[in-house]
């Protein structure tokens, strides 16, 4: 396998112009015919063409009409070469023919429960025909679909329908035509039976836009929440960013078996169903959460990353990170701000910081790949929105709108990088961002240290600050980062106090301009050590440090227990507030895992227990911020933290920890339970939301104690429950414990459910997360399950993913978690590189673990090494894992 380098890039040789494609979509093989309007890059310069292609059988190949002879081209298994081709502008017409039917890779066209659809990005589009299948290729599309009438009554592409009809033999067709030019990763196709939901949006300049959500027949009425998002999206869009669409036609069509979770084809976004479908019967909270989250970020692409895309797929994070941060912004605007960036950071903080910290890490902006669907990572998506997020705290709101309308102003229909984005942003605002553009190249999480000091005789307060990037794959060493520290200090009362002026390394800044007082400024640390000393500070102050998770760093400061208990209480920053309860659980957990692996009798700091009933019993602050901030930190972050990674005893300390407090807290956790109660029909809205939020984190504590009026209350909640958020909720509560209670409630839930695929998978990855001793039995039985197919991704995600998510089971110490996953990597290959890589990397951490562990990670990680006919996807993890 070859490593493609970003130092590497080259323009295209030829420019495409138009591309005129007709599918002629058949049950054993499907014939495409494409018919290219091509022109040599510079003119009069003869340079060979090369073609992207993949498992396509080539029929023929003309150009300007005339039909090539063999040895005028040349093939081989990856490319299609015209040596040379004519100096000025020709057609090239191309003809082949494939097999969608036994497509199960999912990347190309292939078939989804009997309908076809297309995947294209990032390389897929050579899976449908040979091309330039490089995003900084942009052409205009037709797309002529013919099909048989029956079997695919619909037939879709991007853009407008311009003509249809009948043909022969039962057959009939569709032509669509796209008139924005676009690369080829964004071309999309279906065709099926398929039903929509109708409904239609009037733009800001009043133009009609018809939105249709395409389901099998018998889903539509679950369409109605994606189509609510969307309507959402395309309002706020518009509002916030003064982005409108700009067709007449916008398509969703929801897909049972789809690689990722949905993709923004132009006007023709393709998704998978779990990403579209909801009823508040089938759908929990975060299942509405993130079809909400979903349908706006794929809809908001259609300004980041289609209007403007990519000159390269190094620059993914050009339109993921920025698209992302759009999409959490939405969703804050929608919904509880506070409770929206604890989620997001706890995100990063899960996936992105070990992956940061591990074999694979990468920058925002990769050097290198093999596998491009390698890089759909937490680091170009959420490290790549925190670095937007973070032009918009140094930049303020409206400087930050201001980069944004520049960069479309420059760079609309354009194939562009992220230096082009941070140019736009600089120069909106005339900007000095000097060392920024580091959040692109450096991989890493900046490690930033601070310590305090006052003065009472000057009234200064003075904090110190110092960074550390460590050295990841490739990158030994590391220049100090630009990191906006949003900060305010706390009087003793726990108030704000205003901040006028500050000195950074001696030089004086102003804060406060006007009369107006500050609370909160945004220090830009640039150093490796740098001081800042506040003037006017009439006692010692509690700094409450990264202020909304400011910069995507690892914070430590000389905070004592009893500033976080301050914090916790007090804090006006409400992520702040919740992050001081954090770090104290963090400490708390790590010292008893000390005591745990020094066989010492776990004993629980009654401070700690008081901190949680004081939050629990705060009626004045939101319930899923209290959800939150009772929620201990979870056992990866804990692992994370340890210099070798323990995982049974950090989950005999969480466990241990969750017991005590529910133990000391039951009466306060009962009421909340009975206070929380739904009354009336389900609603998507955050107090209804946070409501349930607070209730099932409360029954969740309560079961953990297995007594059996617990039990009790929580089948009570099972069996009374009207929505899929208050059921699934207290059926995990019940899960927690093994017997037969817990096999009762399992099997009546599969009954219940079993006609819904969705739900099913929920019911899947309840068992394979579970920690309960010895789990891989009950995995390896799943597998078999008649409902379990080893060609849906969201059945591996959920039984295979949910698996390698449990620390005890899968890191069990006789390996046998390992073994299974290694066992299951060579057959998911065979069918599907991309599923089989993303579970690969579940042992990419190994190294973290003690000796035993070790050995027996890596000897599954050489045995997948060693197999015949591995594919790219999972030789790049695989090999860089063993590295
Ligand atoms: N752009 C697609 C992801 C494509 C992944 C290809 N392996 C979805 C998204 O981020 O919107
Ligand atoms: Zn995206």
């Not at 901030?629 to 972050?637: D, F, K, Q, R, S």
Request: charged share 25%.
């Amino acid at each position: 396998p070859k490593e493609i380098l970003l130092k590497d890039y080259k323009k295209p040789a030829y420019l495409f112009d138009t591309v005129d494609l007709r599918f002629q979509l058949g049950e054993d093989k499907t014939i495409v015919s494409s018919k290219i309007f091509a022109l040599p890059r510079i003119e009069g310069v003869s340079c060979p063409l090369v073609l992207h292609g993949h498992d396509l059988k080539l029929l023929s190949i003309k150009v300007d009409g005339k039909e090539l002879k063999k040895e005028e081209f040349q093939l081989d298994v990856r490319h299609l070469t015209l040596a040379s081709p004519p100096t000025s502008a020709f057609t090239l017409e191309i003809v082949t023919e494939m097999y969608p039917q036994n497509n199960t890779s999912l990347e190309g066209l292939y078939k989804s429960s009997g309908n076809f659809c297309t995947q294209c990005e990032a390389e897929g589009f050579r899976k449908i025909t040979y091309y330039q299948d490089r995003p900084d290729v942009m052409a205009k599309y037709t797309c002529r679909i013919e099909a048989d009438k029956t079997l695919y009554p619909v037939l879709l592409s991007n853009g407008n329908l311009i003509e249809h009809g009948d043909l022969e033999d039962g057959k009939h067709y569709a032509l669509w035509e796209d008139p924005f030019k676009k690369p080829s990763y964004l071309f999309a196709l279906v065709a099926g039976q398929l039903e929509s939901r109708d409904d239609s949006f009037v733009t800001c300049s009043g133009r009609k836009v018809s939105l249709r959500i395409w389901t099998p027949s018998h889903d539509v009425p679950k369409t109605a929440h994606a189509m609510y998002s969307l309507k959402a999206a395309m309002k706020w869009d518009e509002e916030v960013f003064g982005l409108e669409y700009d067709l007449d036609l916008f398509n969703i069509v929801a897909v049972p078996d789809f690689n990722m979770g949905a993709m923004e084809n132009k006007s023709l976004n393709i998704f998978n169903s779990k990403l579209v479908l909801a009823s508040p019967e089938t759908a929990t909270d975060a299942d509405y959460a993130a079809i909400l989250g979903v349908i706006g970020h794929e809809y908001f692409h259609n300004w980041t990353g289609n209007r403007v895309t990519c000159r390269d797929w190094f620059q993914l994070s050009l339109k993921e990170g920025l698209t992302v941060f759009r999409d959490q912004e939405f969703s804050s605007d929608m919904g509880s701000r506070t409770v929206k960036r604890i989620a997001d950071v706890s995100r990063l903080r899960t996936y992105q910081f070990p992956q940061d910290a591990g074999p694979m890490a990468h920058p925002v902006r990769p050097h290198s790949y093999i596998k491009m669907d390698n890089f759909y990572t937490v680091t170009v998506y959420e490290k790549g929105a925190e670095v937007v997020r973070m032009y918009k705290t140094l930049l303020g709101s409206s400087g930050f709108r201001k980069g944004m309308d520049l960069y479309f102003k420059r760079h609309d229909g354009q194939a562009v990088t992220c230096e082009d984005f941070f140019a736009a942003m600089r120069d909106a605002n005339d900007a000095d961002l000097s060392n920024f553009l580091l959040w692109y190249s450096q991989a890493g999480t900046p490690h930033v240290k601070v310590t305090s000091s006052f003065d009472p005789d000057a009234r200064t307060y003075t904090l110190r600050f110092s960074q550390e990037v460590p050295p990841t794959p490739g990158q030994p060493v590391k220049e100090p980062m630009f990191i906006p520290v949003a900060i305010g200090l706390l009087d003793s009362s726990g108030k704000d106090m205003p901040l006028t002026t500050v000195y950074n390394d001696g030089v004086l800044q102003m804060i406060a301009s006007s009369n107006q007082p500050v609370f909160t400024t945004v220090l830009q640390v640039k150093k490796k050590e740098e001081e800042f000393v506040f003037s006017d500070i009439p006692e010692r102050p509690i700094p409450s440090l990264l202020r909304g998770y400011s910069a995507p760093v690892r914070l430590d400061s000389d905070l004592t227990g009893s500033d976080l208990f301050f914090l916790l209480a007090h804090d006006s920053d409400e992520f702040t507030r919740w992050e001081a309860g954090q770090v104290l659980a963090r400490k708390l957990m790590l010292s008893l895992v000390a005591d745990f692996q020094q066989k010492k009798t776990l004993v629980l700091n009654p401070k700690f227990v008081d901190g949680i009933r004081t939050i629990l019993c705060n009626s004045t602050l939101d319930k899923e911020f209290i959800a939150k901030a009772i929620t201990l930190p979870g056992e990866g972050e804990i692992m994370d933290m340890m210099a070798v990674a323990d995982p049974d005893a950090v989950h005999a300390v969480r466990s241990f920890i969750k017991k005590q407090l529910a133990l000391q807290l039951k009466k306060e956790f009962l009421t909340t339970v009975i206070d929380n109660r739904s009354s009336g029909p389900y609603d998507f809205n955050h107090h209804d939301m946070a409501r349930r939020a607070l209730k099932n984190t409360s029954l969740a504590y309560l079961a953990s104690l297995d007594e059996p009026e617990l039990t009790e209350l929580a089948l009570h909640e099972y069996k009374s429950a009207t929505n899929m958020t208050e059921q699934f909720a207290a059926l995990t509560a019940i899960a927690q414990n093994p017997g037969q209670v817990r096999d009762d409630v399992l099997s009546d839930f599969y009954s219940r459910w079993q006609h819904d695929f969705l739900v099913v998978n929920k019911w899947f990855a309840l068992q394979a997360m579970s920690d309960i001793p010895g789990n891989v039995v009950n995995v390896q039985k799943l597998l078999n399950h008649p409902a379990f197919d080893l060609r849906n991704p969201n059945k591996v995600y959920s039984l295979i993913g949910g698996f390698c998510g449990s620390p005890v089971n899968f890191h069990a110490k006789d390996g046998s978690g390992y073994k299974f996953l290694g066992e299951i990597v060579l057959l998911l290959d065979k069918l599907n590189p991309q599923v089989a890589s993303r579970m690969v990397s579940a042992f990419s951490r190994w190294r973290r673990y003690d000796e035993t562990r070790q050995a027996l990670a890596k000897a599954q990680l050489e045995m997948i090494m060693s197999a015949n006919g591995l594919s790219e996807n999972v030789y790049e993890i695989a090999s860089k894992s063993l590295a």
